[in-house]
């Protein structure tokens, strides 16, 4: 029988409030424990000596993890509730961070990162259902619900880009001044999870089933067939991950190899995660209009355009708006499929459904930094890594336009 927290002394919370709660689950999640990694790539590769190869490997680590954390996620939920696995795993990936300042040895930064991506699986596919059960209590907002909780993400970026280079510059005379910046990352990473915790207790009783995962008769009905007939949202997904995750872990060493100032790369990392907050308003409709695969696919042809442009042409403004446009749209693919399983299946099945976008979504991540890092260690340098993201992401918006809404709800 699974357990779970309770919140019955908790008054409910206007839903866009608990929304922008809920947010600091994917702010965590990604906007700190993963992408705040492609701001710390430089002076840790400089410092240890790594090939940008191993520096990609960092993230395929993190990625590795969050694959084995969301294949356990279901299970956990059903053993321990929705809620106390969001918080639990929150707390988690603050530790691990934590852990990644005192090691230099990259074998243990390795299983840092491993072990941060696990933790922040269960936040992110534990936060992503409860904002689709949170909108769909207040269905005519939950696309922008959705959107909400995953442009959660911008504002861990956004802090990412004002805190960490002026804790690198602090730390400029101290033997591996970097680690400071993860300890910092660390504590802001705790102070979200405080919020995330309230947002947790104070989830509406309205909220289907808002502090467990389904039941196990519900789980057993939820066959697998349907999910097979997501396979081109699925395929799309996969190769989405693999394009977007090169261009956050290396846009920032590119950016510092054609001249930028550290000025100019916070600049660009802190509108990036603006951006990515706004795109919650910005793709709202989209993702409540189409029941298919359109919005993915759309998003996925803009983020090639995006992950092009630093390439095409090294200057400050063709740079920002390729930093602010990827913002504005990355983390939509994400809230396009959370949008495409609550259009196509019964709650009971969201869990599940969630859960296998976010294996194939972990499964690309995998692939995406070290064979990006690899074409990076050879001729053509950065550029032609992101060339081969670019390529990829247009590739997932081939596969995501074949996917058609469900025939019929099973």
């Known amino acids: 029988m699974s357990t779970s927290l309770t919140s019955t002394a908790a008054p409910a919370q206007p839903a866009l409030r608990l929304a922008f709660a ?7 999640s990604l906007g700190i424990t993963r992408f705040s990694y492609g701001l710390l790539l430089p002076p840790m590769r400089a410092d240890l000596g790594w090939s940008y190869a191993l520096a990609g490997g960092m993230n395929t680590a993190n990625a590795v993890g969050y694959l084995i954390g969301a294949l356990i996620t279901p299970m956990l939920m059903r053993r321990f509730g929705v809620i106390r696995l969001l918080v639990v795993g929150a707390v988690l990936a603050s530790v691990f961070m934590a852990g990644s300042g005192f090691v230099t040895a990259a074998p243990a930064l390795l299983l840092q990162r491993l072990l941060a991506g696990i933790a922040s699986a269960w936040v992110f596919v534990a936060g992503g259902l409860l904002a689709a059960r949170l909108g769909e209590a207040g269905s005519s907002r939950g696309g922008l619900v959705l959107g909400i909780y995953y442009g959660g993400t911008g504002f861990g970026i956004a802090l990412s880009a004002l805190l960490v280079p002026q804790v690198l510059r602090a730390a400029a005379d101290v033997p591996h001044g970097w680690a400071w910046a993860w300890w910092a990352l660390a504590i802001a990473s705790a102070a979200a999870t405080c919020l995330l915790a309230w947002a947790g207790r104070a989830m509406p009783d309205s909220a289907p089933a808002a502090h467990a995962a389904p039941s196990s008769a519900a789980a057993a009905s939820a066959t697998p067939v349907a999910l097979r007939r997501f396979g081109w949202a699925l395929a799309g997904y996969a190769l989405f991950g693999m394009g ?12 510092r190899e054609q001249g930028a100032s550290a000025g100019f790369i916070t600049l660009f990392y802190a509108l990036l995660g603006v951006a990515c907050v706004a795109s919650s308003r910005l793709w709202a409709g989209l993702l409540d209009r189409y029941r298919g695969g359109q919005p993915q696919a759309l998003l996925n042809g803009l983020l090639g355009v995006a992950t092009l442009l630093p390439v095409l042409s090294p200057s400050a403004p063709v740079a920002l ?11 939509s693919v994400v809230a396009s499929t959370t949008a495409l399983v609550r259009h196509n299946l019964p709650p009971a099945r969201w869990a599940q459904g969630i859960s296998m976008f976010t294996i194939v979504f972990a499964a690309g991540q995998i692939v995406g930094p070290t064979v990006t890092g690899w074409i990076s260690d050879g001729a053509g340098g950065l550029a032609r890594g992101l060339v081969a993201s670019a390529i990829t992401l247009w590739a997932a918006a081939v596969l995501a336009s074949r996917q058609h809404a469900l025939q019929e709800t099973p």
Do not use: D, E, H, P
């Open 321 to 331: 708006v390729s930093g602010v446009l990827f913002g504005a749209v990355f983390l």
């Open 22 to 28: 809920l947010s600091m689950g994917a702010a965590v």
């Open 244 to 255: 977007y995750i090169g261009y956050m872990t290396f846009v920032i060493a590119l950016l």
